[in-house]
C-alpha cells in the first residue's frame, strides 16, 4: 500500500520556468491538499479539492494552480517560478477536513 | 488568519525523561490534532482529539482536548531515541484547518 505518492522528490528551476508537481493516493480519499513547509512557519495550505473535479484555494494560493481530474491524482502547478517559492512541498490526502495521510514531499529550488 | 501558538519551540530531553508540549489559539476550536515529522519525511497523524476535556492516548502519547477548547496538550511517556522529530499541533476552527509552527524534539541517549 503505497499511500500518498509524489513527484518529483527533488527539483531546481529557473526562474520564470513553469512545472508541476504530481500528487498520487491509492486510498480512495475524497479531500486532497496541497502544502508547502518553510522553516519555522509549519505547513501552510496552497489549495485542497474536496472531490473529482473540485478545487478550492487555500491560505497561500498566489503564483499556483491546481487540478484534480481524477479522485486518485491532485496536480501543483507553477506557472511562472520565482525565487519566494523555493520550499518543501507535500501533498496529503485524508476522508475528511483534515489530511490524514502526507506524502515524502517534494524538495523545490527557485534560483 | 488564526495562528496557532507551540510551547516550547525546541527542546533537549534524556532518554526515558516524560514530555510535555502545548499548543495555544485565540478561538475556539472544533477538533484538535498532532502530528509527527521524521527527518525527510511527511507528517504523520498520532493523535485526534474531538471534543472538549478528551484525553486519548496512543501507545507512550496521551493526548487532551483543553476545557476551553483553545488549547491542546501532548505528553510522551519514558521517551526513546526514535521520538526525535517535530512535533505539529493542527486544528479546526469553522471550515478552515491551521497547523502550528512544530515543536522540535531531541532525545539525548
Known amino acids: 500500500n503505497a499511500g500518498v505518492t509524489q513527484t518529483p522528490k527533488f527539483r531546481v528551476l529557473k526562474t520564470g520556468q513553469s512545472m508541476t508537481l504530481l500528487c498520487a493516493q491509492d486510498?480512495?480519499?475524497?479531500?486532497m491538499y496541497w502544502y508547502r513547509q518553510d522553516p519555522g512557519m509549519g505547513l501552510r495550505l496552497i489549495h485542497y479539492?474536496?472531490?473529482?473535479?473540485?478545487?478550492a484555494k487555500g491560505e497561500v494560493p498566489d503564483g499556483y494552480n491546481v487540478s484534480r481530474l481524477k479522485k486518485q491524482n491532485f496536480l501543483l502547478g507553477l506557472e511562472s517560478a520565482a525565487p519566494s517559492q523555493t520550499s518543501v512541498y507535500f501533498c496529503?490526502?485524508?476522508?475528511?477536513?483534515?489530511?490524514?495521510?502526507f506524502g515524502d514531499g517534494t524538495r523545490l529550488s527557485i534560483l | 488568519g488564526q495562528q496557532l501558538n507551540q510551547s516550547p519551540q525546541s527542546m533537549f530531553i534524556q532518554e526515558g525523561e516524560d514530555v510535555s508540549m502545548n499548543c495555544t489559539s485565540s478561538s475556539i476550536f472544533n477538533t484538535w490534532l498532532w502530528y509527527k515529522q521524521d527527518p525527510g519525511e511527511g507528517p504523520v497523524l498520532l493523535i485526534a482529539l474531538y471534543k472538549a476535556g478528551e484525553l486519548t492516548s496512543n501507545g507512550r502519547l496521551t493526548a487532551q482536548f483543553g476545557i476551553t477548547r483553545k488549547d491542546s496538550f501532548l505528553n510522551i511517556s519514558a521517551s526513546i531515541p526514535s521520538d526525535v522529530g517535530i512535533y505539529f499541533c493542527?486544528?479546526?476552527?469553522?471550515?478552515?484547518?491551521?497547523f502550528g509552527p512544530g515543536t522540535r524534539l531531541s532525545v539525548l541517549p
Open positions: 496529503a490526502s485524508g476522508p475528511g477536513l483534515w489530511p490524514q495521510h
Open positions: 493542527a486544528g479546526n476552527y469553522g471550515q478552515n484547518f491551521v
Open positions: 486510498m480512495n480519499h475524497e479531500y
Open positions: 479539492s474536496v472531490g473529482e473535479g473540485t478545487t
